[in-house]
């Protein structure tokens, strides 16, 4: 029982990751032969499944923060770059050795850093464009289907807390939240990944001068 648990758990997880020859040799007659202790040492941390995020309660303002509306471009540097690939060497060092390269491979096409955001409001909706590639959300409406950077089915929602404009995109199996707010003549861009195969949520900071 516990290796038809284990296997399973490994087989989600590589499904996720989209490796698909990863699968087949978790699933292979070897694979299935393994004791339970030797194929669970490919398992990642018992903390994978446990760990699922969701907005807590927002307050609703009726307008944007100020300073957030305008064009911004990247302005983190090699800095920030360096802390962004630091944070996904972080919960990639969580993982088995196994399945780390392609989930490298991957966080790091879902956190590339775009040169320009834009942010605009027309009405209750708020629209926030990154290099181009355009999300509108009435700010505390119902959520709204889209197409996230990887090409995931995602839902979209906006919310202002504060000084913060919170844009979250919800998948089946995890999502994206991006924390916008302007403080010291900055628009700062506060990511986080957050998915139940995780080990931990990803988190990092970019930030993008007025245009």
């Known amino acids: 029982m516990r290796l038809t648990t284990c296997s399973a758990g490994l087989l ?3 499904a996720w990751l989209g490796w ?11 694979a299935r032969g393994a004791s339970p202790a030797s194929l669970a040492s490919l398992a990642l941390p018992a903390a994978l499944g446990a760990r699922a995020e969701s907005d807590s309660p ?14 911004f471009r990247f302005g983190g540097g090699d800095a920030e770059r360096r802390q962004r690939e630091a944070a996904i060497e972080d919960v990639v060092s969580r993982m088995n050795v196994f399945v780390r390269g392609i989930a490298r491979r991957r966080l790091a096409s879902a956190t590339v850093i775009v040169n320009q955001v834009r942010v605009s409001r027309d009405g ?3 629209t926030v464009e990154y290099d181009g590639r355009s999300y509108r959300a009435e700010l505390g409406g119902a959520p709204i289907d889209v197409v996230s950077v990887t090409g ?7 919310r202002v807390k504060g000084d913060r404009l919170i844009q979250t ?6 999502g994206r939240r991006n924390v ?27 930030s993008y001068e007025p245009k």
Do not use: C, M, W
């Open 12 to 14: 989600s997880l590589v």
């Open 20 to 30: 698909s020859d990863a699968a087949a040799r978790v699933a292979s007659p070897a």
């Open 58 to 71: 927002v307050k609703l303002e009726a307008s944007l923060p100020a300073g957030l509306e305008g064009t």
């Open 124 to 126: 209750n909706a708020v």
């Open 152 to 158: 995931d089915e995602v839902k979209l929602t906006h």
């Open 169 to 174: 995109f919800a998948g089946k199996d995890g």
């Open 180 to 206: 916008l707010s302007f403080k010291g003549g900055r628009l700062v861009l506060r990511a986080t990944i957050f998915s139940q195969r995780l080990p931990k949520s990803l988190a990092y900071k970019l």
